[in-house]
């Protein structure tokens, strides 16, 4: 039929169009990164001793509370408090440091091993500490406590993985709270850097939180070089795969950013995606279940459509 | 004074007040359509609730949207996205009809030129088509200012720069459209009244026009064959309704008309809920920021054939180019000098021309995006320079062409 050879015509030229301007066109114009499934082979060699070991959480409890752990990182599970608030923590180390309830289950066992050991390596953050620069990363390498180091690091960890919740009772926000946010604010959830702001009852309470807020985002902008972006609309921005890709490694789209590889496994990752998704993006399951009826409707129009054309055109032709 | 008598119904009294079944009459069940037609004869109608579809969407985005530089992107993004019931819908149909609404007035367009129906008495329902196109273009255009994203900011940037018109450095014009040095508060209230109020209207008054400019030389036909109206639709009227040559539009024309519409609508409700992100560019997902130039600037799709022409050149002859592809299509009826008004397929010369000027569009739009190196700079400056030749060469190839 000649109608239906003209619409395949159209829809020919339509599809070309489509696939050069979008698929095609963003393909060329954007980086593509493979992602190594959040598998941080790069720390193989580093952690082969850690990792060969099976670590004893008793132990690591002693590890962690005499090895210095403690000094800077709060332990909330463990009623181990932060020697001081986020504010005053961020003025001296730039950023605060996590509490590491969850550090167990939200961080990759191999990359915490790594990270112990040597965290700027581990963070993928050696271009901004160079023996140059005379700078040293914040977080203090462990160097052992007299034992076998690689033995010791297995032992800590062993020890965060059993003060920590499952991954099954690990929310997203949880995962989202534990790896980014104490850099980024996600305005459209509520969140500073300083975590969801309260309702104040009073104005001058509500201002007395921005300007603390305002007085970390400096510490952060000093050790950063600029403020981390909000994360409210970057799921959508970045889109999904870009979005996953950056959180393993940030590196591989932006060469020497200050931001650093947060090292959180597979699951944890898609669980900060999902959350990032429910700020950008919180009406996606109510679209999909509307749009499926909206599409059946449309369908039964058109067929009653074509069933009138058919009987005004039986006097027609 | 005219004669009123006591009416003796409601449609009698309406009638003859407002005379309702002449009206009826001379916009629908009088007004003659060839039968002789395929699906293309029904994009006008799709452009119709197209637009239908942008106003009340609009209206209903415009009860949340703020303008202000402050808030314009939060207003978008979260309050009409995430807190309003059902703001998310208005959205997407809203910008999904915007982008759609272009590729159906390609489609019609193309469907003026393939079947010659921009000749013989046509010339105004072309023209006023153009001016159409011209108006929606800034409508697109302004709307794209208003969630004052990273494109939007910078798109707004770029395109006002056009108008310092080069080495001739009407830097005061670009200041004094902005209202400011560079796109800020000034610069987003007034492209919001032209978007929401100057714009509209005049389109709807372009519409209006558009649809009369039809009245008088009534449709084209898919042969281009000369009907004549008068004794067809005496035919029909007389009960030969299988022998005329042409139909009633209501309900004879419209019940495909609607059909057509119908089967479009799942395309566009699947676009709308299932296939948005295209007409939601990324980049302007980004806050605007002046102190940040995003790594790719680029227009929306249906803008990016004639950017492609003004960038491969330099900047005043670029300029130039970019005009003549402005104002171009807008000559069509006068540079086509063939009487013939019938299918391109029939057309000897026009007949390729009409093929590479829908391919080398297709190409203007594809380079339009990627960005300006190596091979792409090269294809872009040919795809560009065929595209004047070719329009150039138009009356020329028409010329002498024979009566088909």
């Not at chain 1, 799921?235 to 890709?245: I, P, Q, S, V, W």
């Amino acid at each position: 039929m000649k109608e239906l050879k003209i619409l395949a015509v159209v829809i020919f030229f339509t599809l070309v169009t489509y696939w050069l301007v979008e698929p095609y066109a963003h393909g060329v114009m954007h980086k593509q990164v493979d992602s190594k499934q959040f598998a941080y082979s790069d720390l193989d060699e580093a952690t082969k001793g850690v990792m060969s070991k099976k670590g004893d959480a008793t132990r690591g409890k002693d590890l962690v509370v005499n090895g210095g752990c403690t000094g800077c990182h709060s332990i909330t599970v463990a009623d181990i408090p932060a020697t001081m608030d986020a504010v005053t923590a961020a003025s001296s180390y730039g950023v605060n440091p996590p509490d590491l309830s969850n550090s167990g289950v939200v961080y990759d066992a191999k990359f915490l091993a790594a990270l112990i050991k040597n965290p700027a390596q581990a963070l993928k953050v050696e271009h901004k500490f160079t023996p140059e620069s005379g700078k040293m990363h914040p977080m203090v390498p462990f160097y052992g406590m007299g034992g076998d180091i690689d033995q010791e690091v297995a032992d800590m960890i062993a020890y965060f993985q059993s003060i920590a919740v499952s991954q099954d009772e690990l929310t997203p926000e949880m995962a989202y709270e534990n790896a980014c946010a104490r850099c980024h604010s996600m305005k459209y959830l509520n969140w500073t850097e300083l975590g969801p702001k309260p309702s104040f009852k009073t104005e001058i309470e509500s201002l007395t939180y921005d300007l603390k807020v305002l007085e970390y985002q400096d510490s952060l902008k000093a050790y950063m070089g600029k403020l981390p972006p909000d994360l409210s609309m970057q799921a959508l921005a970045r889109g999904e795969t870009r979005a996953r890709n950056f959180i393993e490694d940030p590196q591989s789209y932006l060469e020497g950013t200050a931001m650093p590889r947060v090292g959180v496994n597979a699951q944890s990752a898609e669980k900060i995606i999902t959350y990032m998704f429910d700020s950008a993006d919180p009406k996606r399951e109510q679209r999909d279940t509307i749009g499926t009826y909206v599409i059946y409707f449309s369908i039964l129009l058109a067929i009653l459509a074509i069933l009138w054309k058919k009987e005004v055109w039986r006097d027609l032709k | 004074m005219a004669n009123f008598t006591k009416a003796t119904s409601v449609k009698d009294w309406l009638n003859q007040r407002l005379a309702i079944e002449k009206v009826e009459k001379v916009m629908a069940s009088e007004y003659w359509i060839p039968k002789n037609i395929n699906f293309l004869w029904a994009m006008g109608m799709i452009l119709a609730v197209l637009f239908t579809l942008l106003v009340i969407s609009g209206i209903f985005l415009l009860m949340y949207y703020q303008p202000n530089v402050d808030t314009a992107f939060v207003s978008v993004n979260y309050t009409i996205m995430s807190e309003v019931d059902f703001g998310w819908l208005w959205r997407h149909i809203h910008a999904v009809a915007s982008s759609v609404t272009f590729l159906i007035i390609y489609i019609h367009m193309f469907t003026a030129i393939y079947y010659g129906s921009y000749k013989k008495g046509r010339e105004m329902i072309w023209v006023t088509g153009m001016l159409l196109f011209i108006t929606f273009s800034a409508e697109a255009f302004s709307g794209y200012m208003l969630p004052w994203g990273q494109m939007s900011y910078w798109a707004g940037m770029v395109i006002t720069n056009i108008f310092s018109l080069g080495d001739l450095q009407f830097n005061g014009l670009v200041e004094w459209i902005r209202g400011d040095y560079v796109p800020g508060q000034a610069f987003l209230n007034r492209f919001f009244m032209l978007h929401v109020f100057l714009l509209p209207l005049a389109i709807m008054g372009l519409i209006g026009l558009h649809f009369a400019a039809l009245r008088i030389p009534h449709v084209n036909n898919q042969d281009g064959e000369e009907i004549d109206f008068e004794a067809e639709s005496k035919k029909y009227l007389d009960g030969d309704k299988k022998g005329s040559k042409v139909m009633r539009f209501a309900n004879d024309f419209m019940s495909k008309d609607i059909m057509v519409l119908a089967i479009f609508l799942i395309f566009f409700f699947y676009l709308v809920f299932f296939h948005y992100t295209f007409a939601l560019d990324p980049v302007n997902l980004d806050p605007a920021d002046g102190l940040v130039t995003p790594a790719h600037i680029y227009p929306e799709w249906y803008f990016l054939w004639s950017y492609e022409i003004l960038r491969p050149f330099s900047v005043n002859i670029g300029l130039i180019a970019f005009g003549f592809a402005q104002v171009i299509f807008l000559l069509l009826p006068w540079l086509d000098r063939s009487p013939n008004t019938v299918p391109a397929s029939r057309r000897g010369l026009f007949k390729y021309w009409f093929w590479l000027m829908l391919g080398n569009m297709i190409a203007l739009t594809a380079l339009g995006k990627l960005p300006p190196e190596g091979m792409y700079s090269t294809l872009g400056l040919i795809s560009a320079l065929l595209f004047i030749v070719m329009w150039l060469a138009l009356p020329f190839i028409t010329k002498n062409e024979k009566k088909a």
